[in-house]
C-alpha cells in the first residue's frame, strides 16, 4: 500500500508555478490576478479565502480580496461581479460559498464572466469540460486528477465509483474520470444518499472517490483488494487532545481502509493541498489567456 502524499504533490507543482512566473516576470509578460469576494464573515470562509490570498502571495501573484456585508442585495453583489469582469487587470474571480439565503449562488455564478471563472463552476466551463473542450476544471476534481497522473496510477478500463454528486466535486470528478483522456476513460458509477447497497457498489471499485462528507463513513467493507482509495472528505470533528480543540477527518476509516488499499489519500494533507493549487493554475491559465 502506497500513501499519496498530496502536500509534495502540491509543493512540486508549486515549484513549477514559480518557474513559469520567474520567466513572466523575466519578459514583463502580465501578472496572474486573482479576485476574491467574500460577503459577510462566516469563519470557515474567512479562513479559506486567506489561504487563497496567502497562496497567491507566496507564489508572486496579485490579489484583491473584495469584502461585502451580509446585507449586500443580489442585484448589487451582480453589479459589483461585472465590474470583475470588464477590468482587464484581473484575471480569475471567485465568489466564496455559501452566499446570504436573500443572493441566488447559481445567479451569481452565471453573472461571472466564463473566461474568468477560474473555480469552474459556470454552466459553460462545465458544458464544455463535459464536451472535453478546453475550460476551467473546478479546483479538487482537478487536484485528484493531478494526484492520479503524478503518482502514474492507470485509470483506462477501471470503473470508478464515485461516492457524492455536488455540483463542485461528485459531480464533475464523475464527469472527468469517464472521459477520453490519459486520466480518465473509466467506467463510472455516480452514487448519492439514495443510492442502494452502497457497500457493495463501492467493494466493485477499482477506484473509489469518496466525497460526501460524513466523516469515516467508508470503511473496509466497502473497499475491494487492491483498490485505489482517495478521500476527498474534510470535516472539522471536535478533538479535546488537539491545542485547537478539533481534528480534521476525511469520509474514510483510514486504519481499516488502507491495509486493503494499493495506494490511498490521507486526510490531512491527501486532497486538500491540491485545491489551492489547482485554483492557482486556473489563475495562471486566465492570466495566459490559455483557455480563452
Ligand atoms: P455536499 O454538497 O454536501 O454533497 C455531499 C454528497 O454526498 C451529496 O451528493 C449527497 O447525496 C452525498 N451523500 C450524503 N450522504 C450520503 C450517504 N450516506 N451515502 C451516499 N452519498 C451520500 O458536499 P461537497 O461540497 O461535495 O463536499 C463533500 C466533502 O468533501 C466534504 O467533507 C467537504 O468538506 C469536502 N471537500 C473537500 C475539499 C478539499 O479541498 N479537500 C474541497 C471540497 C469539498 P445527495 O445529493 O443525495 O444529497
Redesign the pocket.
Known sequence: MQIIDGKAVADEIKKEIALEMEAILASGKKIPHLVAILVGNNGSSETYVANKVKSCEELGFKSSLLRFPPTITESELLAEVIKVNENDDMDGLIVQLPLPNHINPDKVMETISPRKDVDGFHPINIGRMAKGLPAYISA?PQGVLDLLDRYGIETSGKHCVV????Q???LPMSILMQRNTKIGNCTVTL?????QN?AEMCATADILIA????PE?ITAEFIKEGAVVID????RVEDTTKKSGFALKG?VKFDEVAPKCSYITPVPKG??PM?IVSLMKNTLLSAKRAIY
Do not use: K, M, P
Request: aromatic share 4%; glycine share 18%.
Open positions: 479538487t461516492v457524492g454528486r455536488s463542485i466535486v461528485g452514487t448519492h444518499s439514495r443510492t452502497l466525497a460526501l462528507g460524513i463513513f476527498v472528505g474534510l470535516t469520509d486532497v486538500g485545491t
